[in-house]
């Protein structure tokens, strides 16, 4: 994960969680949350100010959220106690362990990891999932690599590298539009891991 950014996510943790909260609910999401991810523990990478994962928590998830920022995680904590929130990195995430998952779910975070970084993440990611277990990955699209006023890198990088990664499992979703949410273009991909 990029260390800038994790510093700009422990700086603003509060300005940033009453942010999320107070965007629109991306009920666009939350509705392919309810068509994809099966009953079961479902952990929540990168899950920020906790927001969504608490909503799962909510539909009857056994949840856990894991960021990489320790003041985000304090943060969810506060505001969603019914949750459980870890400190992990990607791509290592190593406070997992070789724990599995019917869901994993990482909502706009890969960007923010170097190039080399990505494809090791996702193939940690689905290291994490059981045998038809679903994991959701999404990303903000950016026309060029930047940093945001906070100091945040969104990257821009070739769709393939992710890709590469998934193919050996079953595409249930692949779509780029517009998030009700944050009004930001994002790709969204949900895969099934196929038993080997």
């Known amino acids: 994960m990029d260390q800038k950014t994790i510093a700009a996510y422990d700086r603003a943790a509060k300005n940033f969680s009453d942010e999320w909260r107070d965007q629109p609910p991306p009920q666009d999401m939350y509705d392919l949350f309810l068509s994809l991810l099966g009953p079961g523990r479902t952990v929540d990478i990168g899950c920020g100010s906790g927001r969504d994962a608490a909503w799962l928590t909510q539909q009857g998830h056994q949840v856990l ?9 304090a943060e969810a904590k ?46 940690r990611l689905l290291s994490l999932i059981r045998p038809a277990g679903v994991l959701y990955l999404s990303w903000r699209v950016s026309a060029e690599s930047s940093r945001d006023t906070h100091g945040r890198l969104y990257q821009a990088f070739d769709d393939q590298i992710i890709m590469l990664e998934l193919v050996q499992c079953e595409s249930l979703y692949d779509a780029k539009l517009i998030s009700e949410s944050s009004g930001r273009e994002v790709r969204r991909i949900a895969v099934r891991k196929k038993f080997i």
């Open 65 to 73: 959220g894991v960021d990489a920022s320790v003041q985000m995680i």
């Open 78 to 123: 506060r505001r969603f106690p019914e949750t459980e929130f870890l400190v992990g990195v990607l791509p290592q995430l190593e406070v997992l362990g070789l724990e599995l998952f019917d869901n994993v779910v990482c909502e706009t975070v890969i960007m923010h990891l170097p190039i080399e970084s990505m494809g090791p993440a996702v193939r």
